[in-house]
């Protein structure tokens, strides 16, 4: 059964961080191309950060750039996204997706494969 399953959410002070993992299993991630998404209450999902499995080839929204960084571990077949400085407007519920030959497209619509998400709130 293909799947992907995301952890490491929970609730953070602004200013802190959390690690967040995706879990792929029944497909290798050279298979995908993985993305994060996340998305608040009453507002459209948003493309986070995406990496390519084909060359390892990253990118970020302008909102997380400098703060959050991806990377993958095929030994694992996890990727992982650190977030760091985390802001008030950072607190969505965040959602891995797969994306079929390795790519990372720009739209949400062309991912094959989505987790259920886990939810991360930035809050004093």
């Known amino acids: 059964q293909l799947q992907l399953v995301e952890s490491g959410g929970g609730l953070v002070q602004p200013g802190g961080s959390l690690r967040l993992s995706c879990a792929a299993s029944?497909?290798?991630?050279?298979?995908?191309?993985i993305g994060w998404f996340r998305q608040a209450p009453g507002k459209e999902r948003e493309g986070v950060s995406c990496i390519r499995s084909s060359d390892g080839r990253t990118t970020y929204a302008d909102s997380v750039k400098g703060r959050f960084t991806i990377s993958s571990d095929k030994a694992k077949n996890t990727v992982s996204l650190e977030m760091n400085s985390l802001k008030p407007e950072d607190t969505a519920v965040y959602y891995c997706?797969?994306?079929?030959?390795?790519?990372?497209?720009?739209?949400?619509?062309?991912?094959?494969?989505w987790g259920r998400g886990t939810q991360v709130t930035v809050s004093s």
């Open positions: 997706a797969g994306a079929s030959y390795g790519r990372c497209p720009a739209w949400s619509s062309e991912y094959d494969y």
């Open positions: 029944g497909f290798t991630l050279d298979d995908l191309g």
